[in-house]
């Protein structure tokens, strides 16, 4: 991830993981390594890369979470404390959708929308906290 208060990660949440690598792979050249999701082993995580290294991420939009969801890409802004970020969130007019919660081995995170509905991610990682 990126310095502190930068855009550090972007995550496409999709319905078709295999096809969005595919689209990906032939549109921008990137190339794709998949894990397992830390803390659920049973789910797949998704790293593109291109010749520079990791350049986003991807999972399957699977579970009732994502009911009447469409694919999305969503931002990951980078924060010292993501508890505060959130508080000053809620203070500014902003919303937090979802969080704060922990990703095992990656940090700590928090969906948020601004106060005119723009989603976006806030994420303090573990130590050097490498996505993917």
């Not at 500014?92 to 601004?114: H, L, Q, S």
Request: aromatic letters at 10%; glycine letters at 12%.
């Amino acid at each position: 991830m990126s310095s502190k208060a930068t855009f550090g990660w972007n995550e496409l949440a999709t319905s078709d993981p295999d096809a969005a690598a595919s689209f990906y792979g032939a549109v921008v050249g990137w190339t794709m390594t998949k894990s397992p999701v830390p803390g659920d082993e049973s789910q797949e995580y998704c790293v593109f890369h291109n010749a520079d290294g990791m350049v986003g991420g991807m999972m399957k939009m699977a579970g009732p979470m994502w009911e009447g969801m469409p694919p999305h890409w969503l931002s990951y802004i980078t924060v010292e404390d993501v508890d505060g970020a959130c508080e000053a969130a809620k203070a500014n007019g902003g919303k937090i959708e979802n969080g704060p919660f922990d990703i095992p081995t990656v940090g700590r995170m928090a969906v948020v929308t601004d106060p005119q509905g723009a989603a976006f991610a806030l994420m303090t990682p573990f130590d050097d906290g490498a996505m993917g």
